[in-house]
């Protein structure tokens, strides 16, 4: 069988692999197959379109996947150590289990992924830290409550309004002001990340949202410590919920 991989954005054929499959499997074990096909000759699937594609334990280490669409592919159990991700769509990938030892995810797209219990040593998360840190040092006053809330479950980065909201809707609901007054944009680094966290989703729950929830806790709680704010005094002297009714 044949089967072509072709560019996300204009529909080129990027390269056409051949292999042994049974007509009847589904696109995405077709696709799966032809990626693997793709990697054993070096090639370069850039921009490909390789959304549901069945990867699950497949050696994807070294592969350059740049802005490649994985949209809702299965990756669990995947070898991605050292994978060029940078601008890639995993939008509702399975990643659960998978080596993600320094690949490079900068401004991946990670709405909904599930991340639970990947493994990320050395992978550049750098610009999502970097970006959350920029919206922390704007609103050095919010970080305990943001901390709070991360704790709690009461993050949703799926909406900028309401109770449990993003990390920019968070800030704006401690500072009691409408999320316009803040700075924000969907597609800045931070604000992708807390895409994985839903309502509910606390650090370290066994799910792509409590790794998403324990990472970014890990760098608010870092910011604090840099910064000399002093969480516990800071969330001490906040009054209860009872209080602020």
Not at 31 to 59: F, H, I, P, Q, S
């Amino acid at each position: 069988m044949k089967f072509e991989i072709k560019n996300r954005w204009n529909g080129s054929v990027i390269f056409e692999a051949e292999f042994k499959c049974t007509a009847d499997a589904s696109e995405g074990i077709k696709l799966g197959l032809a990626v693997k096909v793709a990697l054993k000759a070096r090639a370069n699937l850039t921009d490909a379109y390789l959304a549901g594609a069945n990867l699950a334990r497949a050696n994807l280490a070294d592969a350059n996947l740049a802005g490649a669409n994985l949209a809702r592919a299965n990756l669990a159990d995947a070898n991605l150590t050292g994978a060029n991700l940078a601008h890639a769509n995993l939008a509702d990938a399975n990643l659960t289990d998978a080596n993600l030892t320094g690949a490079y995810l900068a401004d991946a797209y990670l709405a909904r992924a599930n991340l639970a219990r990947a493994n990320l040593t050395d992978a550049n998360l750098r610009t999502f830290k970097a970006d959350m840190w920029l919206t922390l040092a704007q609103n050095r006053s919010e970080v305990p409550g943001l901390i709070q809330a991360l704790r709690d479950g009461r993050v949703d980065g799926s909406v900028y309004d309401g109770e449990c909201a993003c990390l920019v809707g968070t800030v704006a609901n401690l500072r009691g002001v409408d999320v316009g007054e803040i700075e924000h944009d969907p597609d800045h680094p931070a604000e992708r990340w807390f895409l994985m966290i839903n309502k509910g989703d606390k650090p370290g729950d066994d799910t792509g949202g409590g790794f998403a929830a324990k990472k970014a806790l890990e760098w608010a709680e870092e910011f604090a410590t840099l910064h000399g704010i002093d969480i516990d005094s800071a969330l001490s002297s906040e009054p209860s919920e009872g209080e602020r009714e």
